[in-house]
């Protein structure tokens, strides 16, 4: 399918260049001092939708085939192996390790009871509550 799809491409980048360079040619070949404003000739209009149809069409083809998304999975290896060797070395000899987790900032995991442990996380039940009291003690600290 790479061939067909690089075939596709190939063929509607050619139809749309000539799309473009029509246009081009119809709005320069045309007075700029005339009053009356011409529309672009179908035949430009259908040849540009064409091309670019087709390279959808190209682009869809040479791509590779889609893999389902197992964020947990990734996470889990993630956690599991840390900071890894890329296998990469900077200029000055040293060298390059992966960031681990990016989403450790997040504190998904620990915490307080048996949720998520976010850090920042805001009770909004319990703080209404604490309000309510505060409202009934005369809102006296």
């Known amino acids: 399918m790479p061939f067909a799809g690089t075939a596709l491409n190939t063929v509607g980048l050619a139809f749309l260049t ?3 360079y029509s246009t081009h040619e119809h709005t320069s070949l045309h007075p700029s001092t005339s009053t009356q404003k011409t529309p672009l000739p179908l035949d430009i209009t259908l040849e540009l939708l064409v091309s670019i149809l087709i390279l959808s069409t190209g682009i869809v083809l040479s791509s590779p085939s889609l893999k389902p998304i197992q964020w ?25 390790l992966s960031e681990g987790d990016p989403y450790a900032f997040l504190g998904l995991k620990g ?31």
């Not at 996470?75 to 390059?96: C, D, M, P």
């Not at 915490?111 to 909004?124: I, M, P, T």
């Open 72 to 96: 947990a999975r990734w996470a889990g290896k993630i956690e599991r192996e840390g900071r890894q060797s890329e296998g990469k070395w900077t200029r000055e000899g040293e060298e390059v």
């Open 18 to 20: 000539h799309a473009v």
């Open 111 to 141: 915490g307080k009871g048996s949720g998520e442990g976010r850090r920042g996380f805001w009770d909004v039940r319990g703080k209404r509550k604490e309000y309510a009291d505060w409202v009934r003690a005369g809102g006296k600290n």
